[in-house]
């Protein structure tokens, strides 16, 4: 079966950094497509940035120009740059593997910004 672990989260200062990483092992195939999901107390889960085997990539509106997704294909491992951060980015981050059967999501990383 598939794994999906996250790892990164934590508490940091409005106007921080942080990076967030999702590595899929196990039986994987065909995966055409790994990203970010967010979800904060009382809210929808809301996409955060997607990132295609080709390399593409695109971004909520809330998170342009300061999240940065990227990924390093031999180690099936998805990387999320958050700069700028701000106490509205405060949620519990899930990464998920998009395959050509189906998809898989972690368990979710906490994210706090908060002075």
């Known amino acids: 079966q598939v794994q999906v672990v996250e790892s990164g989260g934590g508490l940091v200062q409005p106007g921080g950094s942080l990076r967030l990483s999702c590595a899929a092992s196990?039986?994987?195939?065909?995966?055409?497509?790994m990203g970010w999901y967010r979800q904060a107390p009382g809210k929808q889960r809301e996409l955060v940035a997607v990132?295609?085997?080709?390399?593409?990539?695109s971004y909520g509106d809330s998170v342009k120009g300061r999240f940065t997704i990227s990924r390093d294909n031999p180690k099936n491992t998805v990387y999320l740059q958050m700069n700028s951060l701000k106490p509205e980015d405060t949620a519990v981050y899930y990464c998920n593997v998009a395959m050509v059967v189906r998809s898989v999501w972690g368990q979710g990383t906490q994210v706090t910004v908060s002075s």
């Open positions: 196990g039986s994987i195939f065909g995966i055409y497509a």
């Open positions: 990132i295609t085997s080709g390399g593409s990539t």
